[in-house]
C-alpha cells in the first residue's frame, strides 16, 4: 500500500508532524509550496494559492493519504484549498486521513474544516477513513518537537 502525506506548514507545527508520522507509516511527504503565501483573509474566504511544483505528480498513485493543514480563520488554508480543487486532484479509491491543527483548544472549528475538505475527498471518488483535531500554535508560532509528539499521540497511525 502506498502511503503519501500531503501537508502545509508556515510555522513548521504541521511539517514536524508530517516528519514524525512519516516514519511511523513508512510513507513520502509531499509539502505544499504556495508561488506566494496565502493569508487568514484567503482562508476564510475560501480562496486557494498558487502551488508551486506539481503535488499530485506524487499523490496521484497513493493508496492512502494523510491530508494535513493548520486551520486558519476557522478555515482551511489556502494551499490546501489549491490542492483539493485542482484539475488533476482524484481520490479515487484512496483512504484519506485528515489530520487538522489549530490555535484553540476549543475545536469547534475542526469539524467544519473537517467536512469540507472531506467533501473534495468524497466528491472525487475517495473515503475518509479517519479525521483528527489537534492543537498546535498560534499562526506563526512553532509549540516545538516534544509538544507536536506529545499532540501526535493521539492519532491512531498503527491501526489504519
Given at each position: ?8 506548514s508556515?510555522?513548521?507545527n504541521?511539517r514536524s508532524a508530517?516528519?514524525?508520522l512519516?516514519?511511523?507509516?513508512q510513507?513520502?511527504?509531499?509539502e505544499?509550496?504556495?508561488v ?7 482562508a476564510f474566504?475560501?480562496?486557494?494559492t498558487?502551488?508551486l511544483?506539481?503535488?499530485w505528480?506524487?499523490?496521484?498513485d497513493a493508496?492512502?493519504l ?10 482551511s ?8 480543487r485542482?484539475p ?6 484512496k483512504e ?12 469547534k ?7 469540507y475538505v ?19 500554535g ?10 507536536i509528539?506529545?499532540?501526535?499521540e ?7
Amino acid at each position: 500500500m502506498k502511503t503519501v502525506i500531503v501537508y502545509y506548514s508556515q510555522s513548521n507545527n504541521t511539517r514536524s508532524a508530517a516528519e514524525l508520522l512519516k516514519e511511523k507509516v513508512q510513507a513520502s511527504c509531499v509539502e505544499l509550496k504556495e508561488v506566494r503565501r496565502g493569508n487568514g483573509l484567503q482562508a476564510f474566504f475560501h480562496t486557494q494559492t498558487k502551488l508551486l511544483e506539481d503535488p499530485w505528480a506524487e499523490a496521484k498513485d497513493a493508496d492512502r493519504l494523510y491530508l494535513m493543514l493548520p486551520i486558519w480563520a476557522g478555515r482551511s488554508v489556502p494551499a490546501m484549498n489549491a490542492f483539493l480543487r485542482d484539475p488533476k486532484a482524484t481520490f479515487q479509491n484512496k483512504e484519506v486521513i485528515i489530520i487538522t491543527f489549530q490555535a484553540s483548544k476549543k475545536l469547534k472549528h475542526s469539524a467544519r474544516v473537517h467536512d469540507y475538505v472531506g467533501s473534495y475527498v468524497r466528491k472525487g471518488g475517495g473515503v475518509v477513513k479517519e479525521t483528527y483535531a489537534l492543537v498546535g500554535g498560534t499562526m506563526n508560532v512553532f509549540i516545538g518537537d516534544e509538544l507536536i509528539r506529545k499532540r501526535m499521540e493521539e492519532v491512531r497511525w498503527d491501526t489504519l
